[in-house]
């Protein structure tokens, strides 16, 4: 723990990690013990609480600390502790403790909108994303003081989320592979306070995101949710799908396999108005254009190699033969938009689709493989997606015969 005010969170931390079974060793600066007693943490801990390099009753205590961790977790981490982390400066045990760990690193940060957007924190935060430090949060919301913004500290569970994530023994079939996914549903629109948008919360991309980073690839989330990023995962926000067309153009090329699971818009207003339309106007007309599709550029664009993954987000209602009729439209799609995989879902159906924890999903390939995923949680159809689009590169990389 670094010394901010989000510390006291840290003790529900330390809590859940010992009741999942993690032997926990609590490393509080000075200035966390400012917002946190020691005690609490000795009390709750495997072992007792440590604030200081001197007057232990070991001489060199980052080192055991440092090299007999599995996770070094840091919850809050300060702009100063990410900053001396980032610059390698060891004034102090848990600076020291992450200096001389090999094992993987997560970071919660938690300090104001302003500290956490100033360019200094910006580049900390690359250059630590860059040697393979996971990031957990920042949330937006409620911070100290009662100001609103981002910079609020993940929620507990999702820390040990996250740290459960990267304890799990990784498959690590994707490491090496570049990949980018896009998530949420993009917003256009139609004057400074109104847009035309979509019931997309971006549970399943980010799931995608997630899912591909645990296996040990590097991953560029563009996202129009507000989700937080998922640990290891570079995040690009983006609004309507203007921007998500840019952002998606820029990184695509440089990608081993794209993942399109966001609900773009098909239509935007063909004129913004700027400030806000007066109801005492009357009703106003609003014209609509339609956006680029992105994925169909991309299928006409990409270059050799790469794997394109795209959904379809179908509403069949009720009717004979669901499953024909999913694998229809989404052979329909998988030509259309010249894409290696798409992912049908039928998001009439119960807990399937937008905006629910769960998913199911028909997986249809280009060299004609159809695999149905039940109801199941959007991480296990994230697995699913994954594994599909593996198996999809292996089979072209070394078709039958060869
Ligand atoms: O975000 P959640 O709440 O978790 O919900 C998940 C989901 C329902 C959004 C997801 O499972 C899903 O179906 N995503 C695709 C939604 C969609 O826009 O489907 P579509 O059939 O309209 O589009 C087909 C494909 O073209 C999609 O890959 C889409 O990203 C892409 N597209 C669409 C329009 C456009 N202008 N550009 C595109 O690239």
Redesign the pocket.
Known sequence: MSGGIAAYKAVEVCRRLVDAGAHVSPVLTRAATRFVGELTFSALASEPARTSLWGNDEPIPHTRLGQGADLVVVAPATARLIGAYAAGISSDLLTATLLATRAPVLLAPAMHTEMWEHPAVVDNIATLRRRGVHLVGPDAGRLAGGDLGYGRLAAPEAIVDAATALLAPSRNDTRGLQALV????TREPIDAVRYIGN???????HAIASELASRGADVLLVTA?ELPGPPGVEVERVET?AEMHAAVTRAAAERDLVV???????FRPKVTVAGKLKKADGVPEVILEQ??????ELGATRRPGQILV?????ALGPGAQPEERLREFAEG?LRA?RADLI?A?D?SAPGV????DT?A?LIVTADGYHVPVPLAD?GAIAAAVVDAALAYGSRRSSPPGR
């Open positions: 896009t998530a949420g549903g019931r997309s919360s971006g549970k399943q991309g949710s799908a399109m699971s966001a609900a773009v818009a098909d956006t680029p599709d992105i994925l169909a795209g959904f379809a987000a179908e799609k938009k992912v879902n998001v689709g937008f905006a629910h998913n999903v959007k």
